[in-house]
């Protein structure tokens, strides 16, 4: 037999050596962590077929593109006053404009339109000029502007989910965009619901707020909000969303406390987690410190009560503004507010600029885990914007060991019919296709595993198509042959021939194919981009079994006929 024969057989060995060790965990369920096989990996599963949560969420821009101008608005007042021009008023509009677009509204002099006008061109070129009439300016986010922040709020939301997700422990999560306003989330594995729903959907928005104990005395705030609950019919149920309470709070409270001032609450709850009373503030704003001045966030306990808190530490900006807030306002209150509400408001004994703690009380729930996850999402980011679940669905793990039961048998009786088929048409040159098949798959699974790439439903189908698509070529391969055959060529002229010929249309087709999968796997959602990959590594073991493999078996069995001096083979 030739060398050069040997040296193909032995590269052949040594792929199907490698292969088989990385099956190998995954078909023995190996526990990774005990055993002492070199190879640490298994392949792993995907949402519909070891269970976990599938989640739709969704992202509130009309309070986002508010609360974007209304930072706008504080920014143009400072940029006003720097040039020292007046104005009456500034006030953000939202009632009689499309949810999406709000303005902002400047009252002036007259005489002063043209300084305005010109700072807004030099620096706010980002707004558009929606009113322009004597002593009135008005201003509105521009499409450009409006589309960008889209976009960036939407990556940056699912880089913070994948942040939290990754802290979580949860493996090879599926987080995409979908559509223009909406998040899909795929957790496979995980089994604490609630908890994942919690940490995701938080937005984390931490703000370091001054308390405002002169302008309005706790009991006279007390006394308004309660009125304006009975008069606007606001009630907090406990379950409900927080943060709309609070909103509605605020906007019915708005002209009864003074101008840069919001409301916040401190909840208190008793040892079964439930709400038992709300403390109201008054606090300044807006916060002059957030959270996106930290750089770190861990959990401690308290030297005086051994209580999980959260210590963090602050950016050198961070620093510095933070040193400013605390300086200017020794002896007043600084509250923490987190999502709307106060964790804590001590008072400022002396300055604090680099680093500061979280406190979360010291009974109810389950002060530890609550720290993790506060330090999570602290660490891993805010969230730029409100998410809405629109969708949940848990999928249990029974339904997808079902699917693999289902599919491993599906798939064998399909392989199997295969296989007697191609073994009853072709002859042995079947039994080497069928062979040629085997291999063809398990490096399909290998290269899975590899690549730590996430096995699907979608993906097994994908698994069967590779089986079609093989045998498709071995068709191709073996007819061209059979044609050379009956042309009057000799058995290895034949076969050379086939193969030659055959190649062509073999790689024309798996091009075409591998066109179709790109598509899939750039614009698909997850369980599609499961059957894209799976397609694309069936394609490559595909021709490298057809035209490699088969080859390779065909020459050893035309050694053989040859040494016989048969004059023909089987196929």
Known sequence: ?????????????????????????????????????????????????????????????????????QRQMVSFDSQLKKANIAVKSSKLVAEGFPDEDPRIEFTLDAAQRDGIYQIFKDQFWFLRLTRDETGVLEFGLAHDQRVQIREKTIDQSIEVIRNRI???????????????????????????????????????????????????????????????????????????????????????????????????????????????????????????????????????FSADTNAPEVGFQMSPTGAVKFGKLTGANVGEGLAIVLDSIVYSAPNIQSQISERGVITLGTKGKDLYKEAQDLAIVLRAGALPAKLDFLEQRVVGSQLGADSIKKGTVAGLIGTLLVFLLIIFYYKVSGLIAALSLVLNVIFVIAILVGLEATLTLPGIAGIALTVGIAVDSNVVIYERIREELRSGKSLMGAMDSGFQKAF??????????????????????????????????????????AVFITRLFFDLYLDRQLAKKADSFSI
């Open 504 to 545: 062509r249309t073999i790689l024309d087709a798996n091009i075409t194919n591998a066109g179709a999968a790109i598509v899939l796997l750039n614009y698909g959602t997850g369980p599609i981009k499961g059957f894209a990959v799976t397609l694309l590594i069936g394609i490559i073991t595909t021709l490298f079994s």
């Open 1 to 69: 037999m030739e060398r050069k024969w040997w040296g193909k057989f032995t590269f052949l060995f040594l792929c199907v050596a490698i292969a088989c060790a990385y099956v190998y965990p995954t078909f023995k369920d190996l526990d990774l962590k005990k055993t002492n096989f070199p190879i640490k990996q298994k392949i792993t599963l995907g949402l519909d077929l070891q269970g976990g949560l599938y989640m739709v969420l969704g992202i509130d821009f009309k309070k986002l593109y508010r609360e974007y101008l």
């Open 166 to 300: 990754d802290q979580f422990g949860v493996s090879e999560p599926s987080i995409v965009s979908q559509g223009t306003d909406r998040i899909v989330v795929e957790l496979p594995g995980v089994r604490e619901i609630e908890r994942a729903k919690e940490l995701i959907g938080r937005t984390a928005k931490l703000e370091f707020m001054i308390v405002d104990r002169k302008s309005m005395p706790l009991p006279e705030l007390a006394t308004l909000i309660s009125s304006v609950e009975k008069e606007k019919n606001i009630v907090f149920e406990e379950g409900g969303s927080f943060s709309k309470y609070v909103d509605a709070i605020n906007v019915a409270v708005k002209g009864k406390i003074p101008e840069g001032t919001i409301v916040a609450f401190e909840r208190n709850e008793g040892e079964t987690g439930k709400t038992i009373d709300r403390t109201p503030y008054l606090l300044k704003y807006p916060a002059p410190v957030t959270g996106e001045d930290l750089v770190d966030a861990r959990v401690q």
